[in-house]
């Protein structure tokens, strides 16, 4: 089957180019101009990923990208813009983003990205059940955790971490592979950027009494396990 992509960007030139070149690539491909087209097309969860540039009319790729995410829209979405700034891109991946493309961009890596995207879409698409470690719930359908009986709101990136920590509950996780797995292929993203999260994450789960259930494993990393 082939990928069915939707490309957002106000430049019409830009708009051709991407919709000639992808077919070329064996995806199909629907194009809007500005944010409310781009919004009401990514609503029907009908495409497998979204090219959003962020400098369009209307509603900012910003916000068409935090739309989806407040209505559980899980479509991965590469975001494209003239902005080369680290905050700039920290902004969109903390939004929920699964990349991030500077303009002027290279084809043939922008290809190369979307099918890595795609490739980890495809994998996330097995069994979907709750994840349970000791009094810790993870709702992989509605994107929920509780703890007990207290909801423990999470960002994209916090869920995204706890999620692949609790997929090997008590196996340790080296920064390296956490970040292959939650950051992916982003160059923008560090090591210290797993250590940065890892203690979001730390705080939100002992404000809600689950304080220990990540644990760091001195020159090694970081795993999951009973609370204290």
Known sequence: MRPQILVVDDEPGVRKAL????????????TAADGPA????????????????IMIPGLSGYRVLEELRALGNTTPVLLVSAKDGEIDQADG??????????????????????RATLRRAAA??????PIRVAGLT??????????????IPLSPREYRLLVTL????????????LLTEVWGDEQA????????YV??????????????????????GYQLGDAR
């Open 38 to 53: 781009a919004l009401r097309l990514a609503r029907t969860g009908s495409f497998d990923a979204i090219l959003l540039d």
């Open 93 to 114: 991946l903390d939004l929920g983003a699964d990349g991030y493309v500077v303009k002027p961009f290279s084809f043939v890596v922008l290809v190369a990205q979307l």
């Open 124 to 129: 996330g698409t097995a069994p979907r059940g």
């Open 189 to 196: 993203a560090t090591r210290n950027a797993v250590e940065v």
């Open 138 to 151: 993870i709702d992989r359908g509605t994107r929920t955790v509780r703890y007990d009986d207290a909801e």
């Open 19 to 30: 919709d000639r070149g992808l077919r070329g690539e064996g995806m199909d491909v629907t």
């Open 166 to 177: 609790a997929s090997r509950a008590g196996t340790v996780w080296t920064k390296q592979e």
């Open 199 to 220: 203690g979001y994450l730390r705080r939100k789960l002992s404000e809600a009494g689950a304080a220990g259930l990540v644990r760091t494993v001195r020159g090694h």
